[in-house]
């Protein structure tokens, strides 16, 4: 899907080596530097007819380095029908346009000015239907933030997870929260469909997220269930991480210091044994002359192999 430039309208197109279509059922994304939406479908039968359009999915990119961003208050993923939620758009621009794509704009990105009134940098949103969209900001200068989802529910139970992604090796906290109900009994908190946790306690506290809790949550309790949202885990920025070739520099470099440090023990061995061995020269003599070694070389061989 590309966007024209003229009005907020996306056409679709082919994707290229495409244009007859193609055997596979899959297709890699490579280098994608924006935000789209891909979507597919079949041609079957003889003569051929083609199917139906698939769902639409999308495919985020940005800059993980912009110095653009997008918090929400509260910050939170899911959200019951008639919250109010802020949207903010952050960074060094004096121009924001606050973005979403909805799964039921098939075709049109819509800014906030469409569906509200942009005050400065924030946009408030009214949930009051169920949808799901994704958000975010673009800046005058044409930076693009992180993208949030938003779901909006009307059943009765949500989960309360951040909506945007959290730093390895801080802590989380993910938590059940029902239209007014209070939990008096078991709650449920599955991590990629397998129950992590089942107790009388409504939240799920992780005290040092890993990659490893990178995933889809949900809660559960009294036979209904939230909604599941995505946990993102992003490295901490702040933490240096050596990469290969500095790590192949320090490893030739231990391996010289090691020889190095070898050489002079093995001089200091070498030296002891000969001088011990002045006491017994004869005997070693008539060793060596009785099986055709010669012991008093051993060192210098072992040495000579050292350098």
């Known amino acids: 899907m590309v966007p024209e430039s003229s009005e907020n309208f996306y056409r679709y197109e082919l994707l290229p080596g495409s244009s007859s279509g193609t055997e596979q059922d899959s297709f890699i994304v490579h280098g994608q530097t924006q935000t789209t939406r891909y979507r597919c479908r079949a041609g079957r039968g003889d003569p051929e007819y083609l199917t139906y359009y698939s769902v639409s999915k999308f495919v985020w990119s940005a800059d993980i380095h912009s110095s653009a961003s997008l918090t929400v208050s509260p910050d939170r993923a899911q959200h019951f029908t008639s919250d109010s939620v802020s949207l903010s758009c952050e960074g060094n621009s004096a121009e924001w346009r606050l973005m979403r794509f909805s799964t039921e704009d098939t075709y049109y990105w819509l800014d906030c000015s469409t569906w509200r009134t942009m005050t400065g940098s924030t946009c408030i949103i009214n949930t009051y239907r169920t949808s799901d969209a994704v958000y975010w900001c673009e800046s005058g200068s044409g930076e693009f933030s992180n993208a949030v989802n938003i779901t909006v529910q009307d059943g009765d139970m949500i989960l309360l997870s951040p909506a945007r992604p959290v730093t390895e090796g801080h802590s989380v906290s993910l938590s059940c929260k029902s239209r007014g109900q209070t939990f008096d009994s078991i709650v449920f908190f599955y991590h ?116």
């Open 192 to 307: 990629n469909e397998k129950v992590i946790q089942s107790d009388s306690r409504w939240e799920l506290n992780i005290s040092a997220v890993s990659k490893s809790d990178e995933g889809f949550y949900k809660c559960q309790h009294s036979g209904r269930e939230s909604a599941q949202s995505w946990m993102s885990v992003q490295v901490d920025p702040a933490v240096s991480r050596p990469d290969s070739s500095s790590f192949s520099v320090w490893l030739i470099v231990g391996l010289v210091c090691g020889i190095v440090l070898l050489i002079p023990l093995l001089i200091l061995f070498c030296y002891r044994a000969s001088k011990d061995s002045g006491f017994v020269r004869p005997v070693q003599s008539e060793s060596a002359n009785a099986d055709g070694v010669d012991h008093e070389n051993d060192c210098y061989s072992t040495l000579q192999h050292a350098q």
